[in-house]
């Protein structure tokens, strides 16, 4: 019989293991010359005002690179200016590295030869690049036309690759998060959905379907039921599911915290007995945990700690579990609807993995990591 709550190595190890997802480190330059707004943008991307921005087109004096939450973001100074040549900034490796690199263009300004010689610079580096046009807010739609015509020409893009934004009104840049995101690596994606502010709305599908994809695990734990009770292997898909959740949104979950947003909810001290005591606020909840409650429950505790970490754990209690009833009454009706065809495959896996749990091929210790990150789609 497993105990009652999971022992401090078993939780500290589920914990470290969202940790070091979200530890990696995306690389993202923003290089431009003189006055392109490349600071502005920098800011506009990262939710502070972490970059000098100055009229001086000198005020950058060096390759800013400032790390919050695992991520580096990378401005380079302004060339063309002064102080800084092209082979100063461009031909001293500060691209290669990078994971994406964004050009970004002056809206207000031709495209200078200077431009072209940037653009060759990045298409030579390993990085992936991302071509913008700042300054969009400034130009009249006949305006932006004749210069993604000259940027298509000078510079060889298709129409499709030339991005117009603007740092200072937020133009576009919930598509330039997209964009971003799509060009790192898979494993990096989540950490810099997490930590960016220009896209909430791509953060919160994120946040949705990693609570969705961990639920339908949870319910093909009750459909392919696992020796012993359900709850104990359910129990560490939801506390990762926790965990990710707060990276998010920019906390780090530790054991304080996830067992403060439990007792948020009125439940006990412990996480698997948390998890007993949660359940039983769901409707049709009975002595077995059916794949409906498993699914319904693990959903309303995600979008929980979703509302909850959002606050930054400042919502009223009572208003953390009235998202919890009224989601887990929503998810049991969604389930009952769709069961299995949620997500068949997630469904599958768990099944699989109860297979090489019974025939002696995994341990109840790996049975229990891979079911954590099922959803990862790691091996």
Partial sequence: ML?????????????????????????????????AGKSSLFNAIYGEAVAAVSMKTDQTTEAQTLERFGIDFTDTPGMGTGRFSFEQVAETGVFDGQHVVLHVLNGVSAISAEDER???????????????????????????????????????LGRQEVLFVSAKRGDNLPELVQRIAELLPEAMQDAFIGQQIANLQLKERRVRALVYAKAAVSAGVALAPLPGADIFFITPIQLAMVAAVGHFHGVEVD?????????????GVGFRESARQLVKLIPGYGSVVSAGIA?????ALGEAANAWFKSRMKL????????????????RREF????????????????ALRAGFEKGELSREELERLLVIAEDGED
């Fill in 118 to 156: 940037l653009h060759a610079a990045i298409e030579r580096s390993k990085a992936r690049r991302i071509t913008l046009v700042n300054k969009a807010d400034l130009l009249e739609e006949r305006e932006r036309a004749e210069f993604a015509e000259s940027a298509c020409e000078r510079l060889g």
């Fill in 336 to 351: 009952a609807e769709r069961g299995e065809a949620s997500s068949p495959s997630l469904v599958r896996k768990a099944e």
């Fill in 255 to 267: 054991r304080t915290r996830a067992l403060e947003l439990l007792a948020t909810m009125g439940a």
């Fill in 295 to 299: 699914f319904a429950g693990t959903v």
């Fill in 3 to 35: 105990p009652s709550t999971l022992d401090d190595a078993a939780l500290e190890e589920i914990l470290a293991s969202v940790r070091r997802r979200f530890s990696l480190k995306p690389k993202v330059a923003i290089a431009g010359f003189g006055k």
């Fill in 316 to 331: 009223d209690p009572a208003v953390v579990r009235e998202v919890f009833k009224d989601t887990a009454e929503r998810a």
